[in-house]
């Protein structure tokens, strides 16, 4: 018996067989990153194909290594009085830092092998990326996770939500920042930003890469702040000490490729 939307966090059950919400919202974001990074490598000259292969190969890297982030953060808390439960992954549980960190490495060697400028790829793909992480926050909403701290009903209601965010804030006895909302928003409002500002000014390949960094850094460190559910290394958020890095890496890039890099225009297709 098929049965749609059981309960919040329940898409579909086909007999015992049931399909997550969280699974279909990420899958969705990956699916729109996957067209969006194929529309502008089409616009470079490049077979279709190749992103085809690309993005299957990276949502499995990617996937396992939010999942490794997330256990390795978590594991006394979560993990080692029942270990096999760290491959439930669709119990939640994916932390977005540990898939950007093996998607770039697996990025890497794969365009390289296919002699594709890592920094052309990454123009193409990464804002792209943006529009995947604002809709895997969604997941987290219909998991009831990453939310901030607690808040009045009145304070979400000034926020004009619609009334099912605001009743799926109440969480454990109490009305909480829908701190995912805030950093999906953040999300696209960069994307577009990177989408319809940087790269109409962007003279050197690479900016649209690094800016990536630079945009998802700050609105990450903010919206961590928020959070009551942080991975912690000691009294440090990681999250937070990560984006310090992401707009590190970003500003120093920006500024490399404007000094050494390629210019958009000398670039061509092998």
């Not at 992954?89 to 794969?110: D, E, K, P, Q, R």
């Not at 400028?117 to 998991?143: E, K, Y």
């Not at 920042?177 to 390949?205: C, D, G, M, W």
Request: charged share 15%; aromatic share 20%.
């Amino acid at each position: 018996m098929i049965r749609f939307f059981e309960d919040f966090q329940t898409f579909v059950s086909i007999g015992p067989i049931s399909i997550q919400w969280y699974a279909v919202v990420i899958l969705c974001g990956a699916f729109i990153a996957y067209l969006l990074g194929q529309y502008h490598f089409k616009k470079l000259g490049y077979n279709k194909e190749i992103l085809s292969d690309y993005f299957f190969a990276l949502l499995f890297v990617g996937i396992i290594g939010a999942r490794i982030w997330y256990v390795i953060f978590t594991f006394d808390e979560l993990y080692a009085s029942s270990p096999m439960e760290v491959f439930a992954v669709w119990h939640g549980g994916l932390a977005i830092h540990g898939g950007i960190f093996t998607g770039l490495i697996f990025s890497y060697f794969f365009f390289k092998k296919r002699n594709i400028p890592f920094l052309v790829a990454g123009d193409a793909i990464m804002p792209g990326v943006l529009i995947a992480q604002a809709c895997g926050r969604w997941g987290n909403f219909f998991n009831h996770e990453a939310f901030g701290g607690e808040v009045t009903l009145e304070f979400l209601q000034s926020l004009h939500l619609p009334d099912f965010i605001i009743k799926n804030m109440y969480i454990g006895g109490a009305y909480h920042h829908p701190t995912f909302l805030y950093e999906s928003l953040a999300n696209v409002i960069a994307f577009l930003l990177i989408l319809f500002v940087i790269r109409k000014l962007q003279k050197h390949i690479g900016v649209q890469f690094f800016s990536y960094f630079v945009f998802y850094g700050i609105l990450r460190f903010f919206v961590e702040g928020l959070r009551t559910d942080s991975l912690m290394f000691g009294p440090i958020r990681v999250a937070q000490l990560i984006s310090i890095a992401f707009l590190a890496v970003g500003i120093a890039g920006i500024l490399y490729v404007h000094k050494k890099g390629m210019l958009v225009e000398e670039f061509e297709v092998e």
